[in-house]
């Protein structure tokens, strides 16, 4: 992707006052007319040797452990948003996937989806057929964003 030498600063000053990928991708679109994907703008401030800024956890105390009890190890995370929509993520990527998982939909049908290499999506249900609530698949979107976010993608 070529950008101009002022939409080069202009995305760099959007990464130094610490805005996310996501709202780079947004305002890509909005300012200039720019429609990429989350990948794409990933590899776009990557060649611009920029890295954006992770914002600083809420710095709490953990108590100590107590001796007597033993820790228990959770199982991966599953996020869920209002509304019913759930989302996890494999450990390991299903073969040909960058990354992948699956997705429990408002009204209890089940879906693996992926993201391939190239940035694409997809979601394979496990009824044939199935077509989720559109309101699903925008909590759905919004969780995977979250949640590749948390994975430094």
Same mark, same amino acid.
């Given at each position: 992707?070529?950008? !101009?030498e002022?939409?080069?600063?202009?995305? !760099?000053?959007?990464?130094?006052?610490? +805005?996310?990928?996501?709202?780079? *991708?947004?305002?890509?679109g909005? $300012?200039?007319?720019?429609?990429?994907?989350?990948?794409?703008t990933?590899?776009?401030?990557?060649?611009?040797?920029? !890295?954006?800024?992770?914002? $600083?956890?809420? &710095?709490?105390?953990? =108590?100590a452990?107590?001796?007597?009890?033993?820790? $228990?190890? &959770?199982?991966?995370?599953?996020?869920? &948003? =209002?509304?019913?929509?759930s989302?996890?993520?494999?450990q390991?990527?299903? =073969?040909?996937?960058?990354?992948?998982?699956?997705?429990t939909?408002s009204?209890?049908?089940?879906?693996?989806?992926y993201?391939? *290499?190239?940035?694409?999506?997809?979601?394979?249900? +496990? *009824?044939?057929?199935? &077509?989720p609530?559109?309101?699903?698949?925008?909590?759905?979107?919004m969780?995977? *964003?979250? $949640?590749?976010?948390?994975?430094?993608?």
């Amino acid at each position: 992707m070529n950008l !101009t030498e002022e939409q080069r600063q202009r995305v !760099t000053a959007w990464i130094l006052q610490g +805005a996310k990928l996501s709202e780079i *991708q947004n305002r890509l679109g909005q $300012e200039f007319g720019l429609r990429l994907t989350y990948m794409e703008t990933r590899l776009l401030v990557d060649d611009l040797k920029l !890295t954006p800024k992770d914002p $600083e956890p809420p &710095k709490t105390e953990k =108590p100590a452990p107590d001796a007597k009890k033993p820790v $228990e190890e &959770k199982p991966p995370a599953e996020t869920t &948003k =209002p509304g019913g929509v759930s989302l996890t993520v494999d450990q390991i990527a299903r =073969p040909g996937a960058f990354v992948s998982g699956k997705v429990t939909f408002s009204d209890g049908q089940k879906a693996e989806w992926y993201l391939d *290499q190239t940035g694409r999506l997809g979601v394979i249900p +496990a *009824q044939q057929g199935y &077509k989720p609530p559109a309101a699903d698949v925008q909590q759905f979107q919004m969780l995977l *964003q979250d $949640e590749l976010q948390k994975m430094g993608m």
